[in-house]
Protein backbone atom coordinates (compact mmCIF):
# COMPACT_ATOMS: atom_id res chain seq x y z
CA UNK A 1 0.00 0.00 0.00
CA UNK A 2 0.91 3.54 -0.69
CA UNK A 3 1.92 5.39 2.65
CA UNK A 4 1.03 9.10 2.90
CA UNK A 5 2.70 11.23 5.55
CA UNK A 6 1.78 14.61 6.57
CA UNK A 7 3.46 17.43 8.24
CA UNK A 8 3.01 18.68 10.66
CA UNK A 9 0.31 16.93 12.27
CA UNK A 10 -0.58 19.89 14.42
CA UNK A 11 -0.26 23.42 13.71
CA UNK A 12 -1.07 26.35 15.52
CA UNK A 13 -2.33 29.92 13.30
CA UNK A 14 -3.93 33.02 13.20
CA UNK A 15 -6.61 34.32 11.52
CA UNK A 16 -5.02 35.94 8.08
CA UNK A 17 -1.57 33.98 8.17
CA UNK A 18 -0.50 31.80 5.82
CA UNK A 19 -0.70 28.29 6.38
CA UNK A 20 1.03 25.31 4.20
CA UNK A 21 0.34 21.28 4.59
CA UNK A 22 2.79 18.52 3.14
CA UNK A 23 2.22 15.44 2.11
CA UNK A 24 4.46 13.11 0.62
CA UNK A 25 3.89 9.69 -0.53
CA UNK A 26 6.16 6.46 -0.43
CA UNK A 27 6.22 6.38 -3.73
CA UNK A 28 5.33 8.03 -7.22
CA UNK A 29 1.73 8.84 -7.49
CA UNK A 30 1.84 11.39 -10.39
CA UNK A 31 -0.99 13.86 -9.88
CA UNK A 32 -3.61 11.25 -8.20
CA UNK A 33 -3.75 13.11 -5.01
CA UNK A 34 -6.75 14.55 -3.32
CA UNK A 35 -7.30 17.51 -0.40
CA UNK A 36 -10.30 16.85 2.29
CA UNK A 37 -11.54 19.39 4.97
CA UNK A 38 -12.64 17.94 8.14
CA UNK A 39 -14.52 20.21 10.73
CA UNK A 40 -15.16 18.29 14.20
CA UNK A 41 -18.51 16.24 13.76
CA UNK A 42 -18.61 16.73 9.93
CA UNK A 43 -18.16 14.20 7.11
CA UNK A 44 -14.66 15.05 4.71
CA UNK A 45 -14.79 18.02 2.32
CA UNK A 46 -13.51 17.70 -1.01
CA UNK A 47 -11.21 21.29 -1.58
CA UNK A 48 -8.86 20.21 -4.05
CA UNK A 49 -8.51 17.15 -6.56
CA UNK A 50 -5.71 15.94 -9.10
CA UNK A 51 -3.31 17.84 -7.00
CA UNK A 52 -3.97 21.42 -7.82
CA UNK A 53 -7.76 21.49 -9.21
CA UNK A 54 -9.91 23.37 -7.34
CA UNK A 55 -13.31 22.16 -6.37
CA UNK A 56 -16.14 24.05 -7.30
CA UNK A 57 -17.19 26.61 -4.63
CA UNK A 58 -14.34 26.07 -2.85
CA UNK A 59 -12.35 29.73 -2.19
CA UNK A 60 -9.49 30.91 -4.25
CA UNK A 61 -7.78 31.09 -0.57
CA UNK A 62 -7.27 27.37 -1.42
CA UNK A 63 -4.53 26.16 -3.34
CA UNK A 64 -2.48 22.83 -4.08
CA UNK A 65 0.38 21.62 -5.83
CA UNK A 66 3.11 19.13 -6.43
CA UNK A 67 3.74 15.97 -8.22
CA UNK A 68 5.29 12.29 -7.77
CA UNK A 69 5.97 12.15 -3.94
CA UNK A 70 5.69 15.51 -2.58
CA UNK A 71 2.92 17.74 -2.89
CA UNK A 72 1.49 21.02 -0.80
CA UNK A 73 -2.07 22.37 0.36
CA UNK A 74 -1.65 26.46 0.86
CA UNK A 75 -4.17 28.57 2.42
CA UNK A 76 -3.43 32.24 1.70
CA UNK A 77 -4.78 33.93 4.45
CA UNK A 78 -6.46 31.87 7.44
CA UNK A 79 -9.92 32.28 7.63
CA UNK A 80 -12.03 31.48 11.10
CA UNK A 81 -13.98 28.81 9.53
CA UNK A 82 -10.85 27.44 8.04
CA UNK A 83 -9.66 25.97 11.72
CA UNK A 84 -10.07 21.78 10.82
CA UNK A 85 -8.39 19.05 10.16
CA UNK A 86 -6.85 18.28 6.64
CA UNK A 87 -6.31 15.08 4.83
CA UNK A 88 -4.22 13.91 1.79
CA UNK A 89 -5.68 10.67 -0.46
CA UNK A 90 -3.73 8.97 -3.07
CA UNK A 91 -6.40 7.81 -5.91
CA UNK A 92 -3.43 6.41 -7.71
CA UNK A 93 -3.30 2.97 -7.22
CA UNK A 94 -5.66 0.41 -4.97
CA UNK A 95 -6.03 0.65 -1.67
CA UNK A 96 -6.75 3.98 -2.06
CA UNK A 97 -5.00 5.27 0.98
CA UNK A 98 -5.56 8.78 3.37
CA UNK A 99 -2.25 10.59 5.47
CA UNK A 100 -3.03 10.96 8.54
CA UNK A 101 -4.52 14.30 9.05
CA UNK A 102 -3.30 17.67 9.84
CA UNK A 103 -4.94 19.82 12.63
CA UNK A 104 -4.97 23.74 11.87
CA UNK A 105 -6.18 25.06 14.99
CA UNK A 106 -6.41 28.54 16.37
CA UNK A 107 -2.94 30.36 18.00
CA UNK B 1 -28.04 18.91 -5.33
CA UNK B 2 -26.89 15.22 -4.83
CA UNK B 3 -27.26 13.88 -0.84
CA UNK B 4 -26.36 10.36 1.05
CA UNK B 5 -27.54 9.46 4.07
CA UNK B 6 -26.07 6.40 5.84
CA UNK B 7 -28.30 4.50 8.38
CA UNK B 8 -28.41 0.97 10.14
CA UNK B 9 -27.94 -0.43 13.66
CA UNK B 10 -25.72 1.68 16.30
CA UNK B 11 -24.55 -1.02 18.48
CA UNK B 12 -23.19 -4.78 16.73
CA UNK B 13 -22.10 -7.28 18.65
CA UNK B 14 -18.56 -8.95 18.64
CA UNK B 15 -18.26 -11.85 15.39
CA UNK B 16 -21.67 -10.67 13.82
CA UNK B 17 -22.00 -9.06 10.44
CA UNK B 18 -22.27 -4.90 10.40
CA UNK B 19 -25.03 -4.05 7.82
CA UNK B 20 -25.32 0.02 6.69
CA UNK B 21 -27.39 0.91 3.64
CA UNK B 22 -26.74 4.56 1.79
CA UNK B 23 -29.57 5.89 0.49
CA UNK B 24 -29.05 8.94 -2.41
CA UNK B 25 -30.94 11.65 -3.24
CA UNK B 26 -30.56 13.78 -5.86
CA UNK B 27 -29.05 11.45 -8.46
CA UNK B 28 -29.26 7.67 -9.69
CA UNK B 29 -26.63 5.61 -8.60
CA UNK B 30 -27.22 4.02 -12.08
CA UNK B 31 -25.37 6.92 -13.61
CA UNK B 32 -22.63 6.57 -15.43
CA UNK B 33 -19.06 7.38 -14.30
CA UNK B 34 -19.73 7.05 -10.31
CA UNK B 35 -19.34 4.65 -8.20
CA UNK B 36 -20.72 4.39 -4.76
CA UNK B 37 -17.94 4.40 -1.37
CA UNK B 38 -17.52 3.69 2.07
CA UNK B 39 -14.99 4.99 4.22
CA UNK B 40 -14.74 4.84 7.96
CA UNK B 41 -13.11 6.36 10.88
CA UNK B 42 -12.36 5.38 14.05
CA UNK B 43 -12.98 7.66 16.90
CA UNK B 44 -10.29 10.08 17.36
CA UNK B 45 -8.15 8.64 14.15
CA UNK B 46 -7.80 8.93 10.32
CA UNK B 47 -9.81 7.80 7.58
CA UNK B 48 -9.69 4.97 6.07
CA UNK B 49 -11.13 3.59 2.41
CA UNK B 50 -13.70 0.71 2.29
CA UNK B 51 -14.00 0.14 -0.99
CA UNK B 52 -16.45 0.92 -3.84
CA UNK B 53 -19.18 -0.42 -5.52
CA UNK B 54 -19.62 1.03 -9.53
CA UNK B 55 -22.96 1.90 -11.06
CA UNK B 56 -22.51 -1.71 -12.91
CA UNK B 57 -22.42 -3.44 -9.57
CA UNK B 58 -18.65 -4.12 -10.17
CA UNK B 59 -16.70 -3.83 -6.90
CA UNK B 60 -13.38 -2.89 -5.52
CA UNK B 61 -12.25 -4.03 -1.81
CA UNK B 62 -9.45 -2.64 0.26
CA UNK B 63 -7.32 -5.93 0.73
CA UNK B 64 -7.15 -5.25 4.63
CA UNK B 65 -10.43 -5.81 4.66
CA UNK B 66 -12.00 -8.20 1.58
CA UNK B 67 -12.11 -11.06 3.34
CA UNK B 68 -14.69 -9.68 5.54
CA UNK B 69 -16.62 -6.71 3.20
CA UNK B 70 -19.61 -6.78 0.58
CA UNK B 71 -21.23 -4.43 -0.97
CA UNK B 72 -24.49 -4.03 -3.24
CA UNK B 73 -26.45 -2.08 -4.81
CA UNK B 74 -30.82 -1.72 -4.55
CA UNK B 75 -31.58 0.18 -7.69
CA UNK B 76 -35.03 0.15 -6.86
CA UNK B 77 -34.77 2.01 -3.60
CA UNK B 78 -31.75 3.87 -5.28
CA UNK B 79 -29.62 2.60 -2.24
CA UNK B 80 -26.38 1.29 -1.71
CA UNK B 81 -25.27 -1.04 0.78
CA UNK B 82 -22.42 -2.49 2.82
CA UNK B 83 -21.99 -5.73 4.74
CA UNK B 84 -19.02 -6.38 7.20
CA UNK B 85 -18.76 -9.35 8.64
CA UNK B 86 -17.13 -11.03 11.92
CA UNK B 87 -16.41 -7.27 13.46
CA UNK B 88 -14.51 -7.17 16.67
CA UNK B 89 -14.13 -3.63 19.15
CA UNK B 90 -11.57 -2.74 16.29
CA UNK B 91 -14.31 -2.16 13.58
CA UNK B 92 -16.21 0.72 15.56
CA UNK B 93 -15.95 3.68 13.46
CA UNK B 94 -18.18 5.98 12.05
CA UNK B 95 -19.51 4.78 8.56
CA UNK B 96 -19.22 7.35 5.89
CA UNK B 97 -20.63 6.55 2.35
CA UNK B 98 -19.56 9.04 -0.38
CA UNK B 99 -19.76 9.48 -4.26
CA UNK B 100 -16.78 8.78 -6.19
CA UNK B 101 -16.62 10.48 -9.75
CA UNK B 102 -13.79 9.12 -11.95
CA UNK B 103 -13.02 12.27 -14.02
CA UNK B 104 -10.76 13.11 -16.42
CA UNK B 105 -8.37 13.96 -14.20
CA UNK B 106 -8.59 11.79 -11.58
CA UNK B 107 -11.32 10.26 -9.15
CA UNK B 108 -12.43 11.88 -6.21
CA UNK B 109 -14.92 11.98 -3.39
CA UNK B 110 -17.61 14.74 -4.06
CA UNK B 111 -20.43 13.97 -1.94
CA UNK B 112 -20.44 12.53 1.35
CA UNK B 113 -23.14 10.94 3.97
CA UNK B 114 -22.96 12.76 7.61
CA UNK B 115 -21.75 9.69 8.85
CA UNK B 116 -22.92 6.80 11.32
CA UNK B 117 -21.33 5.97 14.18
CA UNK B 118 -21.33 1.87 14.67
CA UNK B 119 -20.36 0.39 17.85
CA UNK B 120 -19.22 -2.97 18.55
CA UNK B 121 -19.66 -3.85 22.45
CA UNK B 122 -21.45 -6.73 24.09
Known amino acids: DIQLTQSPSFLSASVGDRVTVTCRAS??????LTWYQQQPGKAPKLLIY???TLQGGVPSRFSGSGSGTEFTLTISSLQAEDFATYYC?????????FGQGTKVEIK | QVQLQESGPGLVKPSQTLSLTCTVS??????????WSWIRQPPGQGLEWIGF???????YYNPALKSRVTMSLDTSRNQFSMRLSSVTAADTAVYYC??????????????WGQGTLVTVSS
Open chain 2, 98 to 111: ARVWFGELSPYLDY
Open chain 2, 26 to 35: GGSITSGGYS
Open chain 2, 53 to 59: IYYSGNT
Open chain 1, 27 to 32: QGIRSY
Open chain 1, 50 to 52: AAS
Open chain 1, 89 to 97: QQVNSYPWT
